[in-house]
């Protein structure tokens, strides 16, 4: 059963455009919503990441949107540059809800961004 | 302060062969996880541990066992290596602040199983 379902598959955005990632997930005890970015032959790196009480988040160039109602959540990079080219993966978790049994984080399948001239 | 390491980066097996991949990480984090990452799957929970010498098993964790001797460390066996084990493997390690817990990764194991 796949709990956070990301599209697209892989994305070509030109340089200076807005790329769009986009997440859904169906549990409802999910209250934590990280963004991982991974260069080729690296581990995954925390990019940003939102809690269900507020609709947006804001990092420089990069935003979550979180839409609670319809369990979505999507990632904007305003102002595309080419060392933005990578593999995103969205994730969720109990977060603060899971007493004892740490944070067991549940993530999309990644989307590749590659950013063109 | 080197962050979560992973030994060895690359590794070939083949079936039937045992090994251990070794995760240290050096921020006094109390959780500590193992990852698989397959082309087009995400990255999948093998096992995780909530605090030295205690271990669970996550999403896929047959073929798998991990052991947590010291906080700092957190191993990966794999008994009898399989074709289908094939991956990268990950491993991670959070801590709690501020309602949430982050999670650090470390560079990876790229395991190939002949």
């Known amino acids: 059963q796949q709990q956070v379902k990301q599209s697209p598959q892989s994305l070509i955005v030109q340089k200076g455009g807005i790329s769009i990632i986009n997440c859904a997930y169906e549990?409802?005890?999910?209250?934590?919503f990280p963004w991982y970015q991974q260069f080729p032959g690296k581990g995954p790196a925390l990019l940003i990441a939102?809690?269900?009480?507020?609709s947006e988040k804001k990092e420089g160039r990069f935003t979550i949107s979180f839409n609670k109602s319809a369990k979505q959540f999507s990632l904007h990079i305003m102002d595309s540059q080419p060392g933005d080219s990578a593999t995103y993966f969205c994730?969720?978790?109990?977060?603060?809800?899971?007493?004892?049994?740490?944070?067991?984080?549940?993530f999309g399948t990644g989307t590749q961004l590659k950013v063109e001239l | 302060n080197a962050g979560v390491t992973q030994t060895p980066k690359f590794r070939v097996l083949k079936t039937g062969q045992s090994m251990t991949l070794l995760c240290a990480q050096d921020?006094?984090?109390?959780?500590m996880y193992w990852y698989r990452q397959d082309p087009g799957m995400g990255l999948r929970l093998i096992h995780y541990?909530?605090?030295?010498?205690?271990?669970a098993k996550g999403e896929v964790p047959d073929g798998y066992n991990v052991s947590r001797l010291k906080k700092q460390n957190f191993l990966l066996g794999l008994e009898s290596a399989a074709p289908s084990q094939t991956s990268v493997y990950f491993c991670?390690?959070?801590?709690?602040?501020?309602?949430?817990?982050?999670?650090?990764f470390g560079p990876g194991t790229r395991l190939t199983v002949t």
């Open positions: 991670a390690s959070s801590f709690y602040a501020a309602g949430v817990y982050e999670q650090y």
């Open positions: 549990n409802t005890a999910f209250d934590y």
């Open positions: 939102i809690r269900p009480d507020v």
């Open positions: 541990s909530v605090g030295e010498g205690t271990t």
């Open positions: 994730a969720a978790s109990p977060g603060s809800r899971v007493t004892g049994g740490g944070n067991k984080l549940t």
């Open positions: 921020m006094n984090h109390e959780y």
